[in-house]
């Protein structure tokens, strides 16, 4: 297997190659180990087991560690930091470029998922034969990860993955990140992202292992790893909601869309595993209290990795069109054979048992207004809406691939297809909340007048603003329908269930002294409140956003003395500019070589500046020896002129020799004056700079009252051809100003002021939530130490 490993390995064998060599080659036998004392029921091979797996884990944290160290010093030897780093970024974003392409992000993945398969094989709490599987599983996806490495390694040298590259080669800065990933936000996202991700790698092994125990006729080791399993999925939930908001604050300022969700391909994909996530840990705890679900538990919580590697496809395939879709290269084949073989062990068992047997008779209830009844609608729910999702991003592939033609699914088919959905689960997820309380009239008459005020609600809409849609009269009839509802839907069902979840709290609180227990419960009303503040925010939100357009001409002549004042195309509000300003990244001085550096660089016409230490004039040609080194600059006496002891900036093209003579040059630099000046006051044509930041100051009115002021900016990438967004953002209690500008130059600039309602309710509710959880968990641990 070694021997095949290195055959896979790139032309050069690197440090940091070589330790995933070894990871893969240990994990692989740790997999195989652990498999085999499964079948065979013995422990034999317990001390093996536990240094190859901890070999494995070790090695992709060091390389892991090394990758991230080559970004901090800039080590452009290395491909995968030439093309993900540069000199001028700040330590945060050299950090954020470790994952920021495929390479990188999968070795982290691996890392921390490495991690959490070698704990349970170490661990005393998850020992026994039928656990031995599920460590077999879970190190047998590392090591998938780990081969992928191996043939798409994140320490290729650049000379071998760029052709025409000589030997040692040392470029003196990198290509740069790519801007969208320059953000605060965006440095923490993938990291939480991926360390959600890991966590679910043990509940899908183990939802796997539950079946396969089943039809060997054994026991089931489900149960008795079940509280750690919930564990692990709260903490992944907690993880993954934490992402997806920060990936949405992302989106509403980096990008300058004004909006935290368009349905893009990435965000939807992100979407899906959460929600069956959620469905998961309904039904699991159901489980762990009730017995039901005794087949659906395990194979949700199996059928959640799937999903993980099915939204990563979609990041990364290039299939699906995306802002998001950072990282380039493709997904491989690695990523295909996780998502086809995790797929038919997760879905393939569990269906096949369930075919066998008969079906999952996990509720006897009969009632069907009951608990049981009312938790299974709950979670089918969650199912719907994750299957809603997923069939928006696969229709227009496969549609594509069948006839040729390409379509696309638009917003209407995510909002009008779900809106019904959540509508409903609110209000059935009310009912649950009054039945648990033991106030079953009281249930079923609330809940028929939420019903009907709910329907009533539907036609009332003051303006067209308040309908879901505008459909045309082709549309499907769903579109039709559901678009023709007002949104004041929402607010009888959304109501009703944060009502009732609170009249649930208090009513179970009551008189309990015990304080694990009410934080627990304040848990559980922290988040299915923040759910319904969520919901009622983001349905009112885009349809009552209202924007206006301001166009500023003359920038150059801001302050000179006078400020400019124009007004928005609807008369609403008047924008003042009271300053602009550009600046460059690198700047002339940053970007220029040092003499030592202009060998190495290998550029036929370097920009190189130094201390002119020495004047010649050789063959009718004045030469200046820059920081007393063999590197010269040289041009026509008519054209050029030097001072020593002067600081020069000059580009021109390089002419090298090959000489030994002591004080001889070992290259020139030929210039003229167009391209030679001092640092004080550099040349303005011989370089461009990365970036290009255009800033303005601004003060908005709204009438004679202020609304805001401060600085929007719009940066331009001339690596990439890339156009960067700052907005100004006024945030209030009943909603935001957003103010961006589309384009920024000394010429002009043209603005959109938008009015957000509600929009910091979607935060809160969000925040809420997570908050909630946290409360649930620190609830359930300290009920369990007593």
């Not at 489980?287 to 990041?315: D, H, M, Q, R």
């Amino acid at each position: 297997m070694m021997g095949t490993l290195l055959s896979m390995v790139p032309a050069s064998l690197t440090g940091g190659t070589l330790l995933i060599i070894v990871a893969a080659f240990t994990g692989a036998l740790a997999t195989v180990l652990l498999f085999y004392s499964y079948l065979a029921e013995t422990d034999e091979f317990r001390k093996p087991i536990l240094l190859t797996s901890g070999i494995a884990t070790v090695s992709l944290v060091i390389a892991h560690l090394y990758l991230t160290y080559q970004f901090i010093v800039g080590d452009y030897t290395n491909a995968y930091v030439y093309q993900n780093s540069a000199d001028h970024l700040d330590l945060l974003y050299k950090i954020t470029g470790v994952y920021a392409n495929h390479e990188g992000s999968i070795l982290f993945w691996a890392t921390l998922t490495a991690i959490v398969a070698t704990y349970t094989v170490y661990s005393s709490r998850f020992q026994g034969l039928g656990s031995r599987l599920v460590q077999s599983l879970s190190l047998g996806v590392v090591t998938t990860f780990a081969v992928m490495l191996v043939t798409q390694s994140p320490f290729t040298p650049i000379e071998v993955a760029r052709s025409g590259v000589p030997d040692n080669y040392v470029p003196p800065d990198g290509s740069g990140l790519n801007p969208l990933l320059i953000d605060p936000w965006m440095a923490i996202h993938p990291p939480i992202t991926f360390a959600s991700y890991a966590l679910l790698v043990v509940p899908f092994a183990l939802g796997v292992t539950h079946f396969v125990a089943l039809f060997r006729g054994q026991d089931s080791v489900f149960r008795e790893w079940l509280p750690s399993m919930i564990l692990w999925l709260r903490v992944s939930w907690l993880l993954l909601t934490a992402a997806i908001l920060f990936g949405a604050i992302w989106a509403y300022g980096v990008l300058g869309w004004g909006g935290f969700w368009s349905w893009d391909p990435v965000e939807t994909a992100v979407l899906i595993p959460w929600l069956w996530l959620t469905a998961t840990l309904h039904a699991a705890n159901r489980y762990s209290k009730t017995g039901e679900y005794k087949l659906f538990a395990p194979a949700a919580a199996a059928i959640i990795f799937p999903l993980i590697i099915f939204a990563t496809t979609v990041v990364r395939s290039g299939v699906f069109r995306s802002v998001h879709s950072f990282a380039a290269g493709g997904i491989g084949a690695g990523v295909l054979f996780l998502l086809v073989v995790t797929g038919i062990l997760a879905v393939g068992l569990p269906l096949a048992y369930w075919l066998l047997n008969g079906g999952d008779e996990s509720s006897t209830d009969r009632d069907w207004l009951s608990h049981g009844p009312i938790f299974h609608a709950v979670v089918l729910s969650f199912a719907v809406l994750a299957f809603i999702s997923v069939w928006g991003l696969l229709f227009p592939v496969v549609r594509s691939t069948i006839t040729g033609v390409e379509v696309s699914v638009g917003q209407d088919h995510y909002n009008l297809w779900s809106y019904p959905v959540v509508v409903a689960m609110l209000i059935v997820g009310g009912l649950y909340a009054l039945l648990d309380m033991r106030k079953r009239r009281l249930a079923i008459g609330a809940t028929v007048a939420v019903t009907v005020a709910t329907l009533i609600a539907a036609f009332i809409a003051p303006s067209g603003n308040w309908y879901l849609s505008d459909p045309a009269a082709h549309d499907p009839i769903v579109y039709r329908v559901v678009g023709n509802m007002s949104v004041l839907s929402i607010v009888p069902p959304a109501l009703f269930f944060a009502g009732t979840w609170t009249a649930r709290f208090v009513s179970r609180a009551k008189g309990v002294p015990s304080r694990s227990f009410q934080m627990r419960e304040a848990g559980i009303l922290l988040i299915h409140v923040g759910a319904a503040v969520m919901i009622i925010a983001i349905s009112f939100i885009y349809l009552f956003a209202a924007s206006s357009s301001v166009v500023v001409v003359g920038l150059e002549d801001v302050g000179n003395p006078d400020t400019i004042v124009e007004e928005s195309d609807d008369g609403q509000y008047t924008v003042e500019v009271t300053g602009y300003d550009s600046d460059t990244t690198p700047g002339v001085e940053e970007a220029a070589l040092t003499p030592e550096e202009v060998l190495t660089a290998y550029e036929d016409t370097p920009l190189v500046r130094g201390e002119v230490t020495a004047i010649d004039q050789i063959e009718g040609t004045t030469v200046a020896q820059l920081d007393g080194s063999d590197i010269w600059l040289a041009g026509s006496p008519n054209s050029v002129s030097f001072e020593e002891g002067e600081e020069v900036i000059a580009r021109g093209t390089l002419f090298e020799f090959d000489s030994e003579a002591d004080g001889e040059a070992e290259a020139y630099v030929y210039t003229d004056e167009e391209n030679l000046g001092t640092v004080s006051d550099p040349p303005s044509d011989v370089h461009t700079p990365r970036v290009i930041d255009h800033q303005m100051d601004i003060t908005v009115y709204e009438g004679d009252e202020k609304v805001t002021s401060g600085t929007i900016a719009a940066q331009d990438h001339t690596d990439n051809e890339m156009n960067t967004n700052d907005p100004l953002i006024q945030r209030g209690l009943t909603g935001d100003t957003y103010v961006v500008a589309t384009e920024i130059d000394e010429i002009g600039a043209g603005l959109t002021i938008t009015e957000y309602p509600l929009a910091n309710q979607i935060w809160f509710g969000v925040i809420m939530g997570m908050v909630g959880m946290v409360l649930l968990l620190v609830g359930d641990r300290r009920r369990n130490a007593n």
